[in-house]
């Protein structure tokens, strides 16, 4: 199974400041990384795929880079509405699917 | 729109048995791969089954192998989650979500309690 390690696990930021997320694989997932949004009681929500295509209607501000073991998301001015908590999965390895443990992004 | 609603969930005793279903919308369903993925109170994602989209190939995760069963209805636009000999690790909101390789969208969730 691939191992996917996310830090840091608790990010506090001012708004309007850049936030860069981080995620480790245990081993090589080429392109094949998504990362996605949770806000409390609700469903997670799709915001990069392929390591960094945005999905549809996602602001520009979001932006995901990297490939092989090492990716990063980074938000580039947060939003009130940013502070939230992000996943990354990989989907290499099919049929398993492994999610890292998640960031929180929270209000400095 | 494309939508996922799930429904079943519910407070059911270890050992017991739950039945959820996905009600999907908005697009072809019979087309797309389909998943389940949970997600226990304060905790992560954890994916937990998949079907293809004519249901003839399917998958789990090692936790739930051997007592969750997943199926899908085309004709009714419908997936689903059998559940049986539920354990107190088994609690969590289980998603529904359309597999485009990645996963996109995902389910509102319907939570699932194993307690005596």
């Known amino acids: 199974e691939i191992v996917m390690t996310q830090s840091p696990a608790t990010l506090s930021v001012s708004p309007g400041e850049r936030a860069t997320l981080s995620c480790r694989a245990s081993?090589?997932?080429?392109?094949?990384l998504a990362w996605y949004q949770q806000k409390p009681g609700q469903a997670p929500r799709l915001l990069i795929y392929g390591a960094s295509t945005r999905a549809t209607g996602i602001p520009a501000r979001f932006s995901g880079s990297g490939s092989g073991t090492e990716f990063t998301l980074t938000i580039s001015s947060l939003q009130s509405e940013d502070f939230a908590v992000y996943y990354c999965?990989?989907?290499?390895?099919?049929?398993?699917?492994?999610f890292g443990q998640g960031t929180k992004v929270e209000i400095k | 729109e494309v939508q996922l609603v799930e429904s079943g969930g519910g407070l059911v005793q270890p050992g017991g048995s739950l039945r959820l279903s996905c009600a999907a919308s908005?697009?072809?369903?019979?087309?797309?791969?389909m998943n389940w993925v949970r997600q226990a109170p304060g905790k992560g994602l954890e994916w937990v089954s998949y079907i293809s989209s004519s249901g003839s190939t399917i998958y789990y995760a090692d936790s739930v192998k051997g007592r969750f069963t997943i199926s899908r209805d085309n004709a009714k636009n419908s997936l689903y989650l059998q559940m049986n000999s539920l354990r107190a690790e088994d609690t969590a909101v289980y998603y529904c979500a359309r597999d485009v390789n990645w996963f996109d969208p995902w389910g509102q969730g319907t939570l699932v309690t194993v307690s005596s």
């Open positions: 081993q090589s997932v080429s392109s094949n």
């Open positions: 908005g697009f072809t369903f019979s087309s797309y791969e």
């Open positions: 999965q990989q989907y290499n390895n099919w049929p398993t699917w492994t």
